[in-house]
């Protein structure tokens, strides 16, 4: 467990959260949505524009090779991270969305076969499946949840078959933090012969991860949620599904041979990544590995527990909470995300009372509209930990609510 120096010392190495909000000190707690950048990545920033930038594998020029290098050298470093067994497994897209994107448009999807989600999935992990049943005349099929929000397998035994061609499923829930049984998910659904994407947006620095003990098809993330930029993130796939994929876009980069008559493709991972990559993304994202690398995921993992555990004792507290997901849980299969309503206040009033006193929360449907629905509300407060947040913040976090609350039932 860190000692309040050491998070202090951590807490030094972002700058954004010296700033204030409304003359208040800004309490960030809505790192679900994204996290903020430590100074290493903010720096790596600048040095790619003064000392790197140029385009990468077409130039056989000093900068291009050095860029080429650094951008390989990240791909390496999220495969160590992730466990994958090749970097030609990792394909850099914009972020988790366009990873789901590139995998639902790619996969071969006839009428009448199924694709699986849940009631617990991001929009992200919805559109995509509903847009390619929608198109190819394939049925999509939600696995239920119950009123604590534990997905339901007995179900999904029930749903699964040998028409199932894809099972999409999120690892970790962004309103209720839970994280899902993904590993029997992926071994029923080999059974069938259906193949699996896990949506990892929530995961990476928070949980380790060993994509080939998960044995999980695809695994799908974003850098921004990992301390790393916007816009840059991975779709991982084994290399032997990758290949039987069709091309996601089509241009530069992604090409072995082309003419007129016939165009022949890459190898992977080229084969998906068509265009000049967001190489600034990538180079930066490195430095973003280093700095979860340094604390170590382990500790990263613990302490967010402590802090979990302490807001859910402290709201818990709080007359006419409604905590959504917390029943009687075993708090070591979570995140550090809490999703609640108070009395019966809107969200967006409490979150603009709390804004006023510097707590940057999350508020609406979260971009889970179907979990919204399930709980029959229209939206929800979210409160989202990372490594620099601390107890007392909390605390100031519950005064918030208690003002909130007393200004509001007026
Ligand atoms: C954030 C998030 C997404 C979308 O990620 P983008 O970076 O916006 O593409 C998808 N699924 C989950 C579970 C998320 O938390």
Redesign the pocket.
Known sequence: MFSQKTIQEIRNQFPILKKTVYSNPLVYIDN???TQKPLQVIHACENYYSTINSNVHRGLHFLSQKATFHVEDVRKKIQNFIHAKHSSEIIFT???????NLVASSIKIKKGDEIIISYL?????IVPWQIVCKKKGALLKIIPIDQDGVLQLKDFELLISEKTKLVAI?????VLGIVNPVKNIIDKSHEYGALVLI????VPSNLSLNVQDLNTDFYV??A??MYGP?GI?ILYGKEKILDSLSPYQAGGEMIKNVSFEKTTYSDLPFKFEAGTPNIEGIIVWGSAIDFVEKIGVENIQSYKEKLLMYAIQRLSTIDGIQLYGCGGRDYKNRLSIISFNLSKLHCFDIGSVLDRLGIAVRTGHL?AQPLMNFFNVAGMVRVSFSIYNTFKEIDYLLEGLLKARKFLLK
């Open positions: 679900a949505a994204t914009k972020g988790t969305t366009e990873s789901i999935e991001h929009h992200s992990n999120t690892h970790v829930s962004n949506d990892g947006a929530q993330f974003s921004h949620k916007t993130g971009c």
